[in-house]
């Protein structure tokens, strides 16, 4: 069983739309979560930070973590074909640990 | 600007040749890291530092080598030993333990002929 577990897509959604990008994982040690935006033959673009969980908003992103249910979420609100990437969820224990733990990505197109 | 650096964008390589990719920060960041990227697959770990003069192996360091002579800098050489070299490699490095994240450079195309 891996690690982390994403929906690789591709998800196709029109412009304006909301969208929820997931991850599940199986470690209940991971303390630290972030979501990556990769434009192609580019490299990860760091889009949201959250410690523990909780939610946190930035603008038209949404990060969310429920660490009972190990699954943390990325809501992305009136979703702009600028938005069309892939999009990465990764994890860490944090601390002395310093490996980090990625999904294997969900790509993302945004229809204008 | 502070970041990450890699060089070159492109590379091409011949069978049978070692080749060496760079990659520098900035960011006065401890821990730097090499990830390999293949299409439809997630990163996964080569190479990891913590310290200058430290590094350890990650999931695939088959075929690969580091060194840390300095803290900026962290270069991966791809040997001729690594069966299946030609992918997307990215350098990272993590801002500190309190704030755990880490941070990546633009990457490095490597294609085989």
């Known amino acids: 069983q891996k690690e982390v577990e994403q929906d690789p897509g591709p998800l196709s959604v029109p412009e304006g739309a909301i969208v929820s990008l997931n991850c599940t994982y199986s470690?209940?040690?991971?303390?630290?979560f972030m979501w990556y935006r990769q434009y192609s033959r580019k490299g990860p673009e760091l889009l949201m930070y959250?410690?523990?969980?909780g939610n946190k908003e930035d603008g038209r992103f949404t990060a969310q973590v429920d660490k009972s249910s190990k699954y943390i979420s990325l809501f992305i609100r009136d979703s702009q074909p600028s938005d069309s990437a892939t999009y990465l969820c990764?994890?860490?224990?944090?601390?002395?640990?310093?490996?980090?733990?990625f999904g294997s990505g969900t790509k993302l197109n945004v229809k204008p | 600007d502070g970041g990450i650096t890699q060089s070159p964008k492109y590379l091409f390589r011949k069978e049978g040749q070692n080749v060496t990719l760079s990659c520098e920060q900035n960011?006065?960041?401890?821990?730097m890291y090499w990830y390999r990227q293949d299409p439809g697959q997630g990163l996964r770990l080569i190479y990891y530092?913590?310290?200058?003069?430290?590094?350890q192996k990650g999931d695939i360091a088959e075929g690969y080598s580091v060194s840390r002579e300095k803290k900026e800098s962290f270069p991966l050489t791809v040997t001729s030993a690594q069966k299946n070299p030609t992918a997307f490699y990215l350098c990272?490095?993590?801002?500190?333990?309190?704030?755990?994240?880490?941070?990546f450079g633009p990457g490095t195309r490597l294609t085989v002929l």
């Open positions: 990272a490095s993590r801002k500190d333990r309190l704030t755990d994240t880490q941070y």
């Open positions: 470690n209940s040690a991971f303390q630290y």
């Open positions: 959250t410690y523990s969980s």
């Open positions: 990764a994890m860490s224990a944090g601390g002395n640990f310093n490996k980090f733990y």
């Open positions: 960011l006065n960041h401890d821990a």
């Open positions: 530092s913590q310290i200058v003069n430290d590094f």
